[in-house]
């Protein structure tokens, strides 16, 4: 090869992988800032700002705080408003949804970050298209993604969807490149890597990362059978070993590691305590329960005490009754738990029904009491009617008044650690609660009680033998691996006595004084309750019948772009710059046909495979990297789609039309598979660039005609009346 031949494929090598990804990352950037050249100046919270401002907030400000997502797409929020926006860290703007950013937050820069991610995810996205295409399919994806209306809009604002997708089509862009380099073992090793490390941030973003782990576990298996049939066994064992490496030990680590850091930094006090774990709570800055300075804690918790009773449970919620009654059962007042403060925790220990009581009236080892809620008056109470939901146990009720009532109200103190002798101390001692009369141990089932319960989590109490019977399991697990012992514990049936107030005098030479030091705090132990909490809230994102959600979108309708979602309030001022999502017309609408158009070529592939008429050549196509209908990397973006869209169909939970926006990048690279199936019969080159071309203008249009979408609106609604394409659309 001459000098010159290699100066210039030097010089288009460089024009193709450094020069293009550097122009597209500009254009993409200057699209989706806010300018004046696009009057899209919007000095308000938008939509979800409200929560994930917030929360980037609350690790300005040190503060714990619960939420139902893994904590890295906010941490990097909190890096956003800190080190570019320098967000005043005494702020008191809470980021309320609609709510003008004050004068000493500089609202451009707190977004700039969002910008330069969603740039670089449109520069990720033409590395795809290059590992996949020649030059201009790879340029038509990333312009097809780039000029996605929805994703520009999602990419302008403080939102986790810019992180999660940056995340999920990098993992897809290292999918591609593992397949490619899936026959040079160095490269393989690398690609691997650095795809364990993509889905190690993506699932530690969202949950919904899961779909794309799944789909790259499908991936792996195809992978690990081509390996077998072509190498045999000890090949396809190196390979298990450098995936299980990569692909399992790199994501786990990544995810733990994001929660490692989310603890050591958020050190204070805050509003959601009550869903952690009690011994986490005490070692907060501030904490409620007991506040810095009060270190002396004394065993004189008495008859008449007003207490608040914790969970020692996974879900440590407090015991909490109210006014409404069971719909079905005993049709008495509802006892549950809840994971907020409230005036309903609130309980009085009072001697027991028709019982002796204790002659120092302090509460010990085997007391037996009577728990009245304050504001109803009524007694914790249990009877042989099955539970709501766990038909294995009983109800757990508010029953009768403080002079009506049944041996059924009084429950017996049983002290699982030993403090000091058989004394009960409030926060350090735990306990358990068993009724008297049913044998059965006050507990939380796990599950979240339905509407009529509001979504609160429901407590049973539980006979004693089923207790037994779990005992047995941690025996075993604890004979051979000790230090996992505390994660077959059931503690379901444990309590603590977070608060009280001691409302008469008792002997002070019974008191026993003990000094408080915080608790060593088991990481372990602390992430497996906050993945164990999120789930639970997760459970309860459903949607509510009895409630109109104007912003909730059925799954069915987002294939076909049917009904959009107003991002703001849509005043009609010049002022109130509006914002609509809906996906870009081609790639939301043409991306469908081509997807059914996929699945039936591969329809008519099987047909043609099961009379066995494929041809040498097509077979010569399936063993190398050529994207064809007989090739993997033909479907793997199918098998994504699927993977990122039925899941939101099988859920019961509320959705939203942005969560398919994963789903318009997949079939974005399905509509490129379809342009490059119909190039491959075209046998002039210049018709192929003509008809892309084409491709080019309809992308563009259909962009320049939907682009106030996402650059805002202003002024009335009806001015942008011709751009309602669907009548479902509520523009006007």
């Known amino acids: 090869m001459s000098g010159n031949t290699k100066n210039k494929t030097f010089r288009w090598k460089v024009f193709i992988y450094a020069i293009t990804p550097i122009l597209i990352f500009i254009f993409s950037y200057y699209i989706r800032s806010d300018n004046s050249h696009q009057s899209s100046l919007n000095d308000r919270s938008i939509w979800d700002e409200a929560h994930f401002g917030k929360f980037a907030k609350y690790y300005i400000t040190q503060t714990l705080y619960h939420d139902v997502h893994p904590p890295l797409g906010k941490m990097?929020?909190?890096?956003?408003?800190?080190?570019?926006?320098?967000?005043?860290?005494?702020?008191?703007?809470?980021?309320?949804?609609?709510?003008?950013?004050?004068?000493?937050?500089?609202?451009i820069k707190i977004r700039q970050c969002q910008w330069i991610m969603n740039s670089l995810t449109n520069v990720f996205v033409y590395y795809t298209g290059l590992a996949l295409y020649d030059y201009v399919l790879a340029l038509f994806l990333s312009t097809l993604y780039t000029l996605e209306i929805g994703n520009i809009l999602l990419g302008k604002f403080i939102l986790l969807d810019t992180v999660l997708i940056m995340f999920t089509i990098?993992?897809?862009?290292?999918?591609?490149?593992?397949?490619?380099?899936?026959?040079?073992?160095?490269?393989?090793?690398?690609?691997?890597?650095?795809?364990?490390?993509?889905l190690g941030c993506v699932l530690s973003v969202k949950w919904v990362g899961l779909f794309i782990y799944l789909s790259a576990g499908c991936y792996i298996i195809y992978n690990l059978l081509d390996k077998f049939y072509k190498a045999g066994v000890k090949k396809m064992v190196k390979t298990t070993i450098m995936f299980s490496i990569n692909l399992i030990l790199i994501p786990t680590l990544i995810y733990m590691a994001s929660f490692k850091l989310h603890f050591d930094i958020l050190t204070r006090s805050g509003p959601d305590d009550s869903n952690f774990p009690i011994d986490l709570q005490l070692n907060l800055l501030d904490n409620k329960i007991l506040p810095d300075g009060d270190t002396i804690l004394q065993n004189d918790i008495s008859y008449y005490s007003q207490i608040n009773l914790r969970s020692n449970s996974w879900n440590p919620v407090l015991?909490?009754?109210?006014?409404?009654?069971?719909?079905?059962?005993?049709?008495?007042?509802?006892?549950?738990?809840?994971?907020?403060?409230?005036?309903?925790?609130?309980?009085?220990?009072?001697?027991?029904?028709?019982?002796?009581?204790?002659?120092?009236?302090?509460?010990?080892?085997?007391?037996?009491?009577?728990?009245?809620?304050?504001?109803?008056?009524?007694?914790?109470?249990?009877?042989?009617?099955?539970?709501?939901?766990?038909?294995?146990?009983?109800?757990?009720?508010?029953?009768?008044?403080?002079?009506?009532?049944?041996?059924?109200?009084?429950?017996?103190?049983?002290?699982?650690?030993?403090?000091?002798?058989?004394?009960?101390?409030?926060?350090?001692?735990?306990?358990?609660?068993?009724n008297v009369e049913m044998d059965c141990y006050l507990s939380l089932s796990g599950n979240l009680l339905p509407n009529w319960g509001f979504k609160q989590n429901e407590v049973i109490c539980k006979p004693v033998e089923e207790f037994n019977k779990s005992g047995l399991l941690k025996s075993l697990v604890t004979q051979i691996i000790p230090s996992l012992g505390w994660a077959f514990h059931d503690t379901s049936n444990e309590w603590i006595v977070e608060f009280h107030e001691r409302t008469i005098d008792v002997d002070e030479s019974a008191l026993k004084p003990k000094s408080f030091?915080?608790?060593?705090?088991?990481?372990?132990?602390?992430?497996?309750?906050?993945?164990?909490?999120?789930?639970?809230?997760?459970?309860?994102?459903?949607?509510?019948?009895?409630?109109?959600?104007?912003?909730?979108?059925?799954?069915?309708?987002?294939?076909?772009?049917?009904?959009?979602?107003?991002?703001?309030?849509?005043?009609?001022?010049?002022?109130?710059?509006?914002?609509?999502?809906?996906?870009?017309?081609?790639?939301?609408?043409?991306?469908?046909?081509?997807?059914?158009?996929?699945?039936?070529?591969?329809?008519?592939?099987?047909?043609?495979?099961?009379?066995?008429?494929?041809?040498?050549?097509?077979?010569?196509?399936?063993?190398?990297?050529?994207?064809?209908?007989?090739?993997?990397?033909?479907?793997?973006?199918?098998?994504?789609?699927?993977?990122?869209?039925?899941?939101?169909?099988?859920?019961?939970?509320?959705?939203?039309?942005?969560?398919?926006?994963?789903?318009?990048?997949?079939?974005?690279?399905?509509?490129?598979?379809?342009?490059?199936?119909?190039?491959?019969?075209?046998?002039?080159?210049?018709?192929?660039?003509?008809?892309?071309?084409?491709?080019?203008?309809?992308?563009?249009?259909?962009?320049?005609?939907?682009?106030?979408?996402?650059?805002?609106?202003?002024?009335?609604?009806?001015?942008?009346?011709?751009?309602?394409?669907?009548?479902?659309?509520?523009?006007?």
């Open 170 to 198: 990098k993992s897809f862009m290292s999918l591609c490149y593992l397949h490619k380099n899936k026959d040079n073992r160095k490269k393989e090793w690398f690609w691997a890597l650095v795809l364990g490390c993509d």
């Open 319 to 434: 015991l909490h009754s109210h006014h409404q009654v069971y719909p079905v059962g005993s049709r008495q007042r509802q006892v549950t738990g809840y994971g907020h403060l409230d005036s309903n925790n609130d309980w009085i220990i009072y001697p027991p029904r028709d019982l002796p009581s204790n002659s120092n009236n302090l509460i010990s080892n085997n007391s037996i009491i009577r728990l009245i809620h304050k504001n109803l008056e009524t007694n914790l109470h249990t009877h042989e009617i099955p539970s709501a939901l766990d038909f294995e146990s009983y109800e757990v009720s508010g029953y009768g008044s403080l002079e009506v009532g049944d041996f059924k109200d009084n429950w017996k103190i049983e002290l699982v650690n030993e403090v000091d002798g058989d004394s009960i101390y409030p926060v350090l001692s735990k306990i358990r609660i068993r």
């Open 517 to 732: 030091t915080k608790p060593e705090q088991n990481f372990f132990e602390n992430f497996a309750i906050v993945n164990y909490k999120m789930q639970m809230t997760n459970n309860a994102l459903v949607p509510d019948s009895d409630k109109y959600d104007p912003l909730a979108s059925s799954p069915f309708y987002w294939p076909i772009n049917y009904k959009g979602l107003r991002m703001n309030n849509w005043g009609q001022s010049k002022q109130d710059i509006r914002y609509y999502l809906v996906y870009g017309i081609y790639q939301c609408w043409f991306g469908s046909i081509c997807l059914v158009a996929s699945l039936f070529l591969g329809l008519v592939q099987a047909t043609r495979l099961n009379r066995s008429k494929i041809s040498s050549d097509a077979k010569n196509k399936t063993n190398d990297n050529y994207v064809s209908v007989n090739s993997i990397i033909f479907w793997l973006p199918v098998l994504c789609y699927f993977a990122h869209y039925l899941p939101f169909i099988i859920m019961a939970r509320v959705t939203y039309v942005h969560h398919y926006l994963p789903c318009i990048f997949f079939k974005s690279v399905i509509i490129c598979n379809i342009l490059n199936l119909i190039m491959q019969r075209m046998k002039q080159r210049y018709v192929q660039y003509i008809f892309m071309a084409f491709n080019f203008a309809i992308v563009i249009y259909t962009y320049w005609l939907l682009k106030s979408f996402a650059q805002g609106m202003s002024g009335l609604s009806l001015n942008y009346e011709y751009l309602q394409l669907l009548p479902s659309w509520n523009i006007v």
């Open 76 to 107: 990097i929020n909190f890096f956003t408003l800190k080190y570019i926006g320098k967000f005043p860290t005494d702020s008191t703007y809470d980021f309320s949804s609609g709510s003008v950013y004050p004068e000493e937050i500089n609202f």
